[in-house]
Nanobody, 130 residues
């Protein structure tokens, strides 16, 4: 079981920013495709963004963003600190929810927005409200 821990959530006003962090215990995140999901109040969990394994030939591995967050959110890896981040800018009320990171599946060399093992952590809560 891969244990990932999310942090960085909080309450912000619309237009604000937050950076979520995903940390691993006992294994290297660089060995896994990683995705961020969120669950809004009363709704099912949905995919937000995912990132491929580090690419030895480029500093920009493949990334995917849901249409609703494209251009506002940025997913990235920090190999040195063994972290995956989700920078969230221009936040909207509809971004409110609990955010989770998890290892995701891959297909045709690209990360997919579905959990690889069905392992979910506690998540970190994001509230966007004026």
């Amino acid at each position: 079981q891969l244990r990932l821990v999310e942090s960085g959530g909080g309450s912000v006003q619309p237009g604000g920013s937050l950076r979520l962090s995903c940390a691993a215990s006992g294994f290297r995140l660089d060995d896994y495709y990683i995705g961020w999901f969120r669950q809004a109040p009363g709704k099912e969990r949905t995919g937000v963004s995912c990132i491929n394994l580090p690419d030895p030939y480029t500093s920009d591995p493949y990334t995917y963003y849901a249409k609703s967050v494209e251009g506002r959110f940025t997913i990235s890896r920090d190999t040195t600190s063994n972290m995956v981040y989700l920078q969230m800018d221009s936040l909207k009320a509809e971004d409110t929810g609990v955010y989770y990171c998890t290892a995701v599946a891959a297909g045709y060399g690209r990360c997919q927005m579905r959990s690889r093992d069905g392992d979910w952590g506690q998540g970190t809560r994001v509230t966007v409200s004026s």
